[in-house]
């Protein structure tokens, strides 16, 4: 069983619509939380971190339920430009970062 | 632009040849990383180094090594490439000295035959 798993999708959405992620984690002992962006052929991006209370950040709203160990992100009112893979990442202890293989999300006009 | 670059951005070579990949920071950033990426998988730590010549393995460290002899150079070798090491490799920089925010080269795309 991979540390990270992500659904790859690839979830299909129109331009408007509010989509949602979720990545679950098997180290109860993880520490910090992350979703990355990453565009085709292109190097992965921060979009944002993950905080216990759960944070915004314009259209995107990540939450971390750590009693099931795992880690969400909301994307609302999509844009053709969020289309991309979208990687979870688990910081388990300073340099031991674990990423998921990533969710593609396309959004149609 | 955290003023990274990778090289070279593509290279194909053939099983048993030696390769090495040069990431170049221009901020003189502590701690920088070694990734792969594959289909079906997460990127995964080869190496990283939190100072000139202080390197530590990762997760998937077999059958490479790594120097640092300057600040701004992290140089990543394959001894001996084999057709398994046939991936994406990105170098990373950690910026803000927390390591979860990487900031990321574009990438060196390597083919063993």
């Known amino acids: 069983r991979k540390e990270v798993e992500q659904d790859p999708g690839p979830f299909n959405v129109p331009e408007g619509a509010t989509v949602a992620f979720n990545c679950t984690y098997s180290n109860s002992a993880s520490q910090s939380f992350f979703w990355y962006r990453q565009d085709c052929r292109k190097e992965p991006k921060l979009l944002m971190s993950?905080?216990?209370s759960g944070n915004e950040d314009g259209r995107f709203t990540a939450q971390l339920n750590r009693a099931s160990q795992y880690i969400s992100l909301l994307i609302r009112d999509s844009k053709l430009s969020d289309s991309a893979t979208y990687l979870c990442?688990?910081?388990?202890?300073?340099?031991?970062?674990?990423f998921g293989a990533g969710t593609r999300l396309t959004v149609k006009p | 632009d955290a003023g990274i670059t990778q090289s070279p951005r593509h290279k194909v070579t053939e099983t048993g040849t030696p390769v090495t990949l040069r990431c170049h920071q221009t901020?003189?950033?502590?701690?920088m990383y070694w990734y792969r990426q594959d289909p079906g998988h997460g990127l995964r730590l080869i190496h990283y180094s939190y100072g000139v010549k202080d390197t530590d393995k990762g997760e998937v460290s077999d059958g490479y090594s790594v120097s640092r002899s300057k600040t701004e150079d992290f140089l990543l070798t394959l001894e001996s490439a084999t057709s398994s090491q046939t991936s994406v490799y990105f170098c990373?920089?950690?910026?803000?000295?927390?390591?979860?925010?990487?900031?990321f080269g574009e990438g060196s795309r390597l083919t063993v035959l």
């Open positions: 993950v905080y216990s």
């Open positions: 901020e003189n950033h502590r701690y």
């Open positions: 990373a920089i950690s910026v803000s000295g927390f390591i979860g925010e990487l900031f």
């Open positions: 990442v688990v910081n388990n202890n300073n340099n031991d970062m674990r």
